[in-house]
């Protein structure tokens, strides 16, 4: 039962440090395309959307990190194994 606690502990920790990056790196961005737009309200449009683009890239980040917390909790290669050495 061990082995089922520490994947539950490795997924919530993955998936809250993923996220916490993820919030910091788009608002980094936010922050940084709204300081180019009022210093140069011309370029917005160019600005908006290489902005989107980046934050779309960052958001993948959490996207990849929830996919791989799901295997950790339901699609374990090692669950098999694990309740193998249980029984015994």
Known sequence: MEFFAWCMLAAGLGMGIGSFGTGIGQGLAIKSACEGVARNPGASGK?????????????????????????ILFANPMKEDVLKLLAQ
């Open 47 to 71: 600005i908006m959307t290489i902005m989107m683009v980046g934050l779309a890239m960052v958001e993948s980040l959490a996207i990849y990190v929830f996919v791989v917390a799901m295997i």
